[in-house]
């Protein structure tokens, strides 16, 4: 997996210090092999991690620049889900709405809460018309798969997310839009939910990439750059992965590097630059995630 994160400046400009996360998290479904990151200009490096257990690489830098380079290259073993798991769930949380036992409310917390006002309850509308008698896996499902079918994705490279509501207004957004309106969704109906960021492996442009004579093309959107989807915790499942960009869980082409209760808290470079506004140039992203 090789991810480069690139700024261009008009001037040499001097950087603050940088969170950057990039590590994926070791799990038993998840192990780290090998990881390098190379940054120019020359800095220095610390591991910590964050409230959430997330691998954070702080930077200082040393020297200005006109241009600041992040190339991280990862190996892994990954053995995720092709389809989640729901035979280990609870029999009282087979059916929507549940409550959760009083131990995991006080654990999931904040995951729990909306984060977004929703005065006339339009992201609540939205989820409850799928709240019509099925299991809750298939009801999550349901809703999952009406994310990818009924919004358009698109790319946007600049830091931000949208609001659910000017999600549900525009009806389109990008993978973190999504992320953040299903996980809204999912609050709304009592669920405890958190944002992922990490990445997504696609086998169409592995393909591609080592066989010219393919045509370049994705089957999955969002892949070629970083991603953002979404876990909600289910009593005896545990915390399940939904897409809700590609309609798919489970977590078989997602690769886990930071979980948040905002996505504010999970991207993939923080940082600052002290000079006019104007001097940034431009901001560019490549991420190749591969098999073999």
Known sequence: ???????????????????????????????????SIAIHPAANIRWTHDVFGNSVARVEFQQESDRLDIENTIRIEHYGLTE?????????????????????VADLGRCM????????????????????????????????????????????????????????DRGAGTCRD??????????????????????????????????????????????GATHAWVQVYLPGAGWVEFDPTNGIAGGANLIRVAVARAPSQASPVRGSYFGPEEAFQSLSISVKVASG
């Open 1 to 35: 997996m090789h991810h480069i994160t690139s700024y261009t400046y008009d001037r040499p400009v001097r950087f603050g210090e940088h969170a950057l996360m990039m590590r994926p998290r070791d799990s038993h479904d998840l192990r780290m092999l090998e990881a």
């Open 84 to 104: 989640p798991d729901f035979s280990p769930l609870d029999d009282y949380a087979r059916t929507l709405p549940f409550p959760y036992h009083s131990d995991e």
């Open 113 to 168: 809460e909306r984060h977004y006002h929703d005065p006339q309850h339009r992201i609540t509308e939205w989820a409850r018309q799928f709240l019509n008698g099925k299991d809750t896996p298939d009801t999550l499902m349901a809703m999952n798969d009406a994310v990818r079918k009924t919004f358009a994705y698109e790319t946007r490279e600049a830091h931000g997310t949208q609001t659910p509501s000017e999600t549900l």
């Open 178 to 223: 999504f992320a953040l309106f299903f996980m809204e969704a999912v609050r709304s109906i009592g669920l405890g939910a958190r944002f992922v960021s990490g990445y997504l492996y696609d086998p169409a442009l592995d393909a591609a990439m080592k066989d010219p004579n393919l045509p370049f093309g994705a089957d999955l959107r969002g892949a």
